[in-house]
């Protein structure tokens, strides 16, 4: 059993492309290796900034040979035949076999040997193969030649049970051969690849650990070490910035900075995107969740004299860019909010939209359809913009929003207010109901806009975000039970649009209620079942309303439903009265004094009952409960069922009775789409 | 070993002239950056080997502070090199020029975070790195892969030095203006501070509040017309002239900040295709040459 290693060794790749690059290199050989049966004991591939590795154990060295049978001719079949399969196999007569087929005639088969191919030709070609065909993120050129990479390859070491695999160079500055490099600086030597096992421990000796997540693992102790030691916190987001950093270095050595705590003074969100967005600094919180003006970092040198020059070298750094940050802060801090305000005329939203105050005019006239009563609602609206003519904002773009809400709490706006406007590009954090309906405005009047002058996302192209802002409004509306009044909202923003070229207004609201449903279809499927899905989307209140909380909440209460034998019976008794149905002619009149059995006069009495009960519990938005009000008429319609018979000879009556079928549908059709369900 | 500013220059320049390359002076125009030169934009967008370096100063109105920023300013100096084809050991030479200026490899920590260069105005693009010592951005690293719309063949290396940056992480300084011009003391020391403080005073407030918004618009509009007039008249060189004087009028406009977002997008439209324009000619003139 033999080894494989392989290492691609390049300039610098990118932190963020490595670990997809890792992953696709160990699949395409564990695949490759598959495809031509060659079975393998172990597999792992690693990636660090400078290259990537991987060791296949455990090879044969050359696959099993196999032996194919091929059948030929007849053996009275004309003689061209016969010796057309014979120079095919490459054998003579007598070496073919005879095999009679009963009814079929008397065949020649040939026995063919097929040696397996050396283990080694599969590698070297499967390697050739991965160079030309995996697809980096961004890819380039260098030198004079047209093959890519995500950066320039220098070497590849390309080894099979201690022998270097024919691979050819994929470009002129390409070596092949058993030579790898360590650390950047700390070991640069060219030194000999013989195994896997002695590879892993000559990079170390030269400074480079070649696991990420060993890397990650180092980084992250680290930094809890350097926490504890300083009695300070991390945050959760420690852990995705050691695995981010881990791209960054080969040699992982743990710093610990400060910057001067006067620049406290400025919100923590400007701070720490300083040092993380800009500099891959994790910052330090104390034990109260403060943060505090210490920081971490990772090094990729270990000087023999210390690591003093390096961490003030970096300290000065961040020093730097918070002496803008806080210039800016202060600026902003003396500046006026309408003044803000007023120069949003001259910010351009989009071309066909008008400016970004035009915007503020839409979020007032949606905030008066969410709730006219809401004062703070109102001043969000006014001023949701404002901070995007800050100085804060135009360097740390960023932090829109959130510096919006520090602006206005320093000009000492009501708190609800600055909540609203800070949390108005959230996700899903918003705190209170003011900014959950800030976050709804700002996303819809976005939707409503674009679609109004026929900017829509295609399968490929989504610019502006679209799907995003309406699935935010989606998720919204059901996480915070908002009665939303969409079509409402889409018609007064589509109102409120004071621009030149508005596309026709029922297209629009066509294109933007199915695209909404689409979003909506999209959200469910996370949890529900396509059918429940579709029978809820169908349901009559559903399109009428557009009503996002309470169709998911339909989905919630109708698969818990169905789970059980109650709700799988009402499946069973719509089908039943929908196969009545199934020629397309409805019961007309409904005459109840023609309904004379007990068991339809029941039926309809059951009905009427639950009639004013499902209905006003729908109304109540009591969806579970209606469902169950439902439950009480299928014991009379089972029984309708057994002593009545439907089509009586008096069409009358017959009539009568498809009627009150008919009704019955209708009342369930009210709840969901029936007809959409799948029984189990 | 000497670290001053001019020291620092003087290295790189002999650094690079030993590597084969042409020591340019400065172009005697006002760029964004050291790669508007035609050295850089021109040469690279062609198929002739070519080796260059230079100092440029560079304008970029909208970074002034009026002397009042310890790290920005609206005027600065960018050390430029551009070498084509890329060559094999781009990262060691660059590395070796780093030593060659008194930089201790082995007590700093040098690395090559990403950063792919996009220059709109241009029409060019590149891959490489932002390359960082103890965390400051002390020099772009790119291959180019396209440049005024055409691609690259073959692929140049730019590099380009942030030179103030560059002497602060070399100096051990946290403010430009202190940074060591000459090496001298005493009397005859100067300082950065001392020779572009009252500058970027006085640049500042030409760029932010007086510059004349109507006068540069028509500035903006004559050398795009004569841009298309050289270029009809096959003379590349003159016409991409007049495209950095459009490109900076367009730099000085956004300053005063006299262009709205959409008008933004469309000015540098404008610019890349007077950019692509030059390049275009140019390099075919280039094979015509080659060809003769």
Same mark, same amino acid.
């Given at each position: 059993m033999s080894e494989f290693i392989l290492e691609i060794f390049s300039e610098e790749i990118p932190a963020r492309m490595q670990k997809a690059a890792c992953q696709a290199?160990?699949?395409?050989?564990?695949?490759?290796?598959?495809?031509?049966?060659?079975?393998?004991?172990?597999?792992?591939?690693?990636?660090?900034?400078?290259?990537?590795?991987?060791?296949?154990?455990?090879?044969?060295?050359?696959?099993?040979?196999?032996?194919?049978?091929?059948?030929?001719?007849?053996?009275?079949?004309?003689?061209?035949?016969?010796?057309?399969?014979?120079?095919?196999?490459?054998?003579?007569?007598?070496?073919?076999?005879?095999?009679?087929?009963?009814?079929?005639?008397?065949?020649?088969?040939?026995?063919?040997?097929?040696?397996?191919?050396?283990?080694?030709?599969?590698?070297?070609?499967?390697?050739?193969?991965?160079?030309?065909?995996?697809?980096?993120?961004?890819?380039?050129?260098?030198?004079?030649?047209?093959?890519?990479?995500?950066?320039?390859?220098?070497?590849?070491?390309?080894?099979?049970?201690?022998?270097?695999?024919?691979?050819?160079?994929?470009?002129?500055?390409?070596?092949?051969?058993?030579?790898?490099?360590?650390?950047?600086?700390?070991?640069?030597?060219?030194?000999?690849?013989?195994?896997?096992?002695?590879?892993?421990? @000559?990079?170390?000796?030269?400074?480079v650990v070649l696991d990420p997540a060993e890397r990650t693992e180092m980084i992250a102790d680290g930094?809890?070490?350097? @926490? @504890?030691?300083?009695?300070?916190?991390?945050?959760?987001?420690?852990?995705?910035?050691?695995?981010?950093?881990?791209?960054?270095?080969?040699?992982?050595?743990?710093?610990?900075g400060q910057f001067d705590a006067a620049f406290l003074e400025i919100p923590a969100e400007v701070l720490t995107t300083s040092m993380w967005s800009h500099q891959f600094f994790t910052p330090l919180y104390t034990a109260e969740d403060i943060l505090s003006n210490t920081f971490v970092f990772t090094a990729n040198m270990a000087p023999t004299d210390g690591m003093a020059e390096i961490v003030a070298g970096n300290e000065a750094v961040l020093q730097a860019r918070l002496q803008d940050a806080q210039f800016f802060w202060q600026t902003d801090l003396e500046a006026s909010i309408e003044g803000w305000n007023d120069s949003l005329k001259n910010q351009t939203f989009h071309a066909k939209l008008g400016s970004v105050h035009e915007r503020l005019t839409r979020f007032e006239k949606l905030?008066?359809?969410?709730?006219?009563?809401?004062?703070?609602? +109102?001043?969000?609206?006014?001023?949701?913009?404002?901070?995007?003519?800050?100085?804060?904002?135009?360097?740390?773009?960023?932090?829109?929003?959130?510096?919006?809400?520090?602006?206005?709490?320093?000009?000492?706006?009501?708190?609800?207010?600055?909540?609203?406007?800070?949390?108005?590009?959230?996700?899903?954090?918003?705190?209170?109901?003011?900014?959950?309906?800030?976050?709804?405005?700002?996303?819809?009047?976005?939707?409503?806009?674009?679609?109004?002058?026929?900017?829509?996302?295609?399968?490929?192209?989504?610019?502006?975000?679209?799907?995003?802002?309406?699935?935010?409004?989606?998720?919204?509306?059901?996480?915070?039970?908002?009665?939303?009044?969409?079509?409402?909202?889409?018609?007064?923003?589509?109102?409120?649009?004071?621009?030149?070229? +508005?596309?026709?207004?029922?297209?629009?609201?066509?294109?933007?209620?199915?695209?909404?449903?689409?979003?909506?279809?999209?959200?469910?499927?996370?949890?529900?079942?396509?059918?429940?899905?579709?029978?809820?989307?169908?349901?009559?209140?559903?399109?009428?309303?557009?009503?996002?909380?309470?169709?998911?909440?339909a989905c919630a209460v109708l698969t818990e439903d169905l789970r059980k034998a109650e709700g799988q019976a009402l499946l069973q008794a719509f089908d039943r009265i929908n196969g009545i149905f199934g020629s397309g002619v409805e019961g007309t009149v409904l005459d109840e004094a023609l309904l004379q059995k007990p068991a339809e006069k029941n039926l309809l009495k059951q009905m009427m009952t639950a009639e004013i009960q499902v209905l006003s519990l729908m109304q109540e938005g009591k969806l579970a409960e209606a469902l169950a009000a439902l439950q009480p008429v299928l014991q009379p319609l089972e029984n309708f069922f057994e002593e009545v018979l439907v089509n009586d000879p008096d069409l009358a009556v017959?009539?009568?009775?498809?009627?009150?079928?008919?009704?019955?549908?209708?009342?369930?059709?009210?709840?969901v789409n029936f007809s959409a369900l799948v029984k189990k | 070993?000497?670290?001053?500013?001019?020291?620092?220059? =003087?290295? =790189?320049?002999?650094?690079?002239?030993?590597?084969?390359?042409?020591? =340019?002076?400065?172009?005697?125009?006002?760029?964004?950056?050291?790669?508007?030169?035609?050295?850089?934009?021109?040469?690279?967008?062609?198929?002739?080997?070519?080796?260059?370096?230079?100092?440029?100063?560079?304008?970029?109105?909208?970074?002034?502070?009026?002397?009042?920023?310890?790290?920005?300013?609206q005027h600065y100096y960018q050390f430029q090199v551009i070498i084509k084809p890329s060559p094999k050991d781009a990262q060691a030479l660059y590395l070796d020029s780093l030593k060659a200026i008194g930089f201790d490899l082995m007590a700093n920590d040098v690395r090559f975070v990403e950063d792919d260069w996009e220059s709109p105005t241009l029409g060019a693009s590149g891959l490489g790195w932002e390359v960082w010592g103890n965390g400051s951005e002390i020099s772009q690293f790119t291959y180019f892969q396209q440049m005024g719309g055409l691609k690259c063949e073959p692929v140049s290396l730019e590099l380009t030095y942030g030179l103030e940056r560059l002497a602060l992480v070399l100096q051990n300084k946290t403010s430009a203006f202190d940074l060591d011009w000459n090496g001298q003391s005493g009397a005859d020391k100067m300082t950065w501070g001392d020779v572009f403080y009252e500058n970027e005073k006085q640049q500042s407030a030409y760029n932010f509040e007086h510059a004349d918004v109507p006068s540069l618009i028509q500035q903006f509009k004559h050398c795009e017309d004569q841009c298309g007039l050289l270029i009809d008249q096959q003379l590349p060189l003159p016409a991409y002239e007049f495209c950095m004087k459009a490109s900076h009028a367009f730099n000085l406009l956004d300053a005063r900040g006299a262009i709205s977002v959409t008008d933004r997008a469309a000015y540098i439209a404008r610019v890349r295709a007077l950019a692509k324009a030059c390049c275009t000619l140019w390099r075919e003139q280039m094979q015509a040459r080659e060809a003769a």
């Open positions: 290199l160990q699949d395409h050989f564990a695949q490759g290796l598959a495809d031509h049966n060659l079975q393998f004991e172990h597999i792992k591939s690693v990636v660090t900034p400078r290259r990537l590795a991987l060791c296949v154990q455990g090879l044969p060295v050359a696959q099993a040979d196999t032996e194919t049978e091929r059948k030929g001719p007849a053996v009275d079949a004309p003689q061209q035949a016969i010796d057309g399969f014979l120079a095919s196999v490459q054998l003579g007569l007598d070496q073919l076999e005879q095999r009679d087929l009963g009814k079929k005639g008397v065949f020649y088969f040939a026995k063919l040997q097929q040696k397996g191919l050396p283990t080694s030709e599969i590698l070297a070609q499967l390697t050739t193969r991965f160079l030309q065909s995996y697809r980096w993120p961004k890819s380039m050129r260098w030198g004079n030649e047209e093959f890519t990479w995500v950066r320039p390859m220098h070497s590849l070491v390309a080894l099979f049970a201690g022998e270097v695999l024919p691979v050819p160079a994929p470009h002129s500055f390409v070596s092949v051969g058993r030579t790898s490099y360590g650390h950047r600086f700390m070991a640069p030597e060219p030194f000999v690849v013989e195994s896997w096992d002695q590879y892993q421990h @000559a990079l170390r000796d030269r400074y930094y809890a070490k350097v @926490a @504890a030691e300083k009695g300070l916190a991390l945050k959760e987001s420690a852990q995705a910035h050691a695995a981010q950093v881990a791209g960054l270095v080969e040699w992982p050595v743990i710093c610990t905030a008066a359809c969410i709730d006219v009563s809401s004062e703070p609602l +109102k001043l969000a609206c006014r001023y949701a913009k404002a901070d995007l003519a800050s100085e804060m904002v135009g360097e740390f773009p960023e932090l829109q929003g959130v510096m919006g809400g520090y602006y206005l709490q320093a000009k000492g706006f009501d708190a609800a207010v600055c909540t609203a406007v800070s949390q108005q590009y959230s996700d899903q954090d918003q705190t209170d109901m003011v900014a959950v309906q800030m976050a709804v405005i700002e996303r819809l009047e976005t939707l409503s806009s674009f679609f109004a002058v026929g900017i829509q996302p295609t399968s490929s192209k989504d610019p502006f975000a679209l799907r995003r802002a309406a699935l935010g409004i989606i998720r919204l509306a059901v996480a915070h039970n908002l009665k939303l009044d969409f079509a409402a909202l889409a018609k007064a923003n589509y109102g409120a649009l004071d621009v030149a070229d +508005k596309v026709d207004y029922a297209a629009y609201s066509a294109d933007l209620n199915r695209f909404m449903v689409d979003r909506l279809r999209y959200f469910l499927k996370e949890n529900y079942d396509y059918d429940v899905i579709e029978s809820v989307l169908g349901s009559q209140w559903f399109v009428e309303g557009m009503d996002f909380a309470r169709a998911a909440e017959a009539s009568s009775r498809r009627a009150l079928l008919h009704r019955l549908r209708t009342l369930m059709l009210r709840f | 070993m000497d670290t001053c500013f001019q020291t620092m220059i =003087l290295n =790189l320049q002999s650094y690079w002239a030993k590597q084969g390359c042409v020591i =340019l002076q400065p172009f005697d125009m006002e760029v964004g950056a050291g790669t508007f030169h035609p050295a850089t934009t021109l040469r690279s967008a062609d198929h002739v080997p070519w080796k260059a370096a230079y100092v440029q100063p560079c304008r970029r109105p909208t970074d002034g502070r009026y002397g009042q920023n310890p790290n920005r300013f």
